[in-house]
T-cell receptor, first 112, second 114 residues
Framework: QKEVEQDPGPLSVPEGAIVSLNCTYSNSAFQYFMWYRQYSRKGPELLMY????GNKEDGRFTAQVDKSSKYISLFIRDSQPSDSATYLCAMSENQAGTALIFGKGTTLSVSS | KAGVTQTPRYLIKTRGQQVTLSCSPISGHRSVSWYQQTPGQGLQFLFE???????NKGNFPGRFSGRQFSNSRSEMNVSTLELGDSALYLC?????????????FGPGTRLTVT
């Protein structure tokens, strides 16, 4: 079992839909959780960063962490065609000192 | 402020050859990490350099090596290329060692091994 599991999709939704992206993990020592967005031919860019359990909201994006279930989610409200990209979850045990462990990414396509 | 730059952006090499990739971090950033991204394995950590010293290393064979210069620029070398080395190689820079979420990624070098 890989440390981080993420459904690769692809996920296709119409513009305006609510999108839910998810990752599960096995290492209970993970404390820092991140979501990256990667456009084609670009490097990943950080979208959301949360520590431990709970919710964090930033505009149309909400990140949720449930450490008891070892499950994290990213919700995108009012999805736009510009949200079409690959979304990667990433985790680490420490804020600094260890490398990030990434999921394989979910490809999202939002049609207008 | 300029972002992380990587050169070249695309590269085609033959099996058995060696290749060197270059990464220039954001000005002031002292840490450079390298990652390999493939459809099958996703994004995997190769190694991290900070102040010209390798500080962290992933689970890759010794054919993968790197170095960092005094200006924080970094190079990654892969010797005796194999078909499975075809991937997008990303570097990320951060202000401090193992910057975690504070890493900023470059656009990557797409390496194709034939």
């Amino acid at each position: 079992q890989k440390e981080v599991e993420q459904d690769p999709g692809p996920l296709s939704v119409p513009e305006g839909a609510i999108v839910s992206l998810n990752c599960t993990y096995s290492n209970s020592a993970f404390q820092y959780f991140m979501w990256y967005r990667q456009y084609s031919r670009k490097g990943p860019e950080l979208l959301m960063y949360t520590y431990s359990s709970g919710n964090k909201e930033d505009g149309r994006f909400t990140a949720q962490v449930d450490k008891s279930s070892k499950y994290i989610s990213l919700f995108i409200r009012d999805s736009q065609p510009s949200d079409s990209a690959t979304y990667l979850c990433a985790m680490s045990e420490n804020q600094a000192g260890t490398a990030l462990i990434f999921g394989k990414g979910t490809t999202l396509s939002v049609s207008s | 402020k300029a972002g992380v730059t990587q050169t070249p952006r695309y590269l085609i090499k033959t099996r058995g050859q060696q290749v060197t990739l270059s990464c220039s971090p954001i000005s002031g950033h002292r840490s450079v990490s390298w990652y390999q991204q493939t459809p099958g394995q996703g994004l995997q950590f190769l190694f991290e350099y900070f102040s010209e010293t390798q500080r962290n290393k992933g689970n890759f064979p010794g054919r993968f090596s790197g170095r960092q210069f005094s200006n924080s620029r970094s190079e990654m070398n892969v010797s005796t290329l194999e078909l499975g080395d075809s991937a997008l190689y990303l570097c990320a820079s951060s202000l401090r060692l193992a910057g975690g979420a504070e890493q900023y990624f470059g656009p990557g070098t797409r390496l194709t091994v034939t």
